[in-house]
């Protein structure tokens, strides 16, 4: 309903698995984003794609790997994954990459990493 | 260092009054600021925006008030019901700036019946 389809939503694996999150906006924009939603702490950005291009990665360990093949798609490869990194998954768009777009989400990935 | 925090993670609140959830921020150079609503089982959503050039703003059954001499921003829901039951965030960035937007971490809203 909000433009932003997320698949899967759920995830359980094991820490030797690779899995991938995949991100489906069907609004048109051509900024994509990943964010990482834990218990208690906020928001944490992870990776920013603007018209296919990375432009932000904040400090991400390489077990996480995006892909933007399209504006309208969005994947994160999962690979080694630990513990801690069971969280909610959150893909995001907005129309361009600028400091006042509003964001639409999709309902999220909850991993659960064993 | 910036932050944007709420003041209580969680908050109750009789159906039919009205809800305030307060936030506070800690960049004076932020200046637009965003209220997002993440209802169970799903991801934020907006709401409603402010700039700084401005003090109060309204939707429908919100109102969105800033005071950037003590860095508080506060939404007011009007006639609370229970589909307002969720997690409310606040958010602020510096416009103009390629700045990632810094989230708060969120209250709670309980709607008594």
């Known amino acids: 309903e909000t433009g932003v389809t997320q698949t899967p939503r759920h995830l359980v694996m094991g820490m030797t698995n690779k899995k991938s999150l995949k991100c489906e906006q069907h609004?048109?924009?051509?900024?994509m984003y990943w964010y990482k939603q834990s218990a208690k702490k906020p928001l944490e950005l992870m990776f920013v794609y603007n018209f296919k291009e990375q432009t932000e990665n904040n400090s991400v360990p390489s077990r996480f790997s995006p892909e933007c093949p399209n504006s309208s798609h969005l994947f994160l490869h999962l690979h080694t994954l630990q513990p801690e990194d069971s969280a909610l998954y959150l893909c995001?768009?907005?129309?361009?990459?600028?400091?006042?777009?509003?964001?639409?989400f999709g309902s999220g990935t909850q991993l659960s990493v064993l | 260092g910036e932050s944007v925090g709420l003041h209580l993670p969680t908050l109750s609140v009789q159906e039919g009054d009205n809800s305030i959830i307060n936030c506070a921020y800690s960049?004076?150079?932020?200046?637009?600021f965003i209220w997002y609503k993440q209802e169970s089982g799903k991801g934020p959503q907006f709401i409603i925006d402010i700039r700084s050039n401005m003090d109060k703003r309204q939707g429908q059954r919100v109102t969105v008030l800033l005071n950037k001499t003590v860095k508080h921003l506060s939404l007011q829901i009007a006639a609370t019901q229970p589909g307002d039951s969720a997690v409310y965030f606040c958010a602020e960035n510096i416009m103009n700036r390629d700045d990632k937007i810094i989230f708060g971490k969120g209250t709670r809203l309980h709607i008594l019946p």
């Open positions: 995001a768009s907005s129309q361009e990459r600028r400091s006042n777009e509003k964001l639409f």
């Open positions: 960049n004076s150079a932020s200046d637009y």
């Open positions: 609004l048109g924009h051509n900024a």
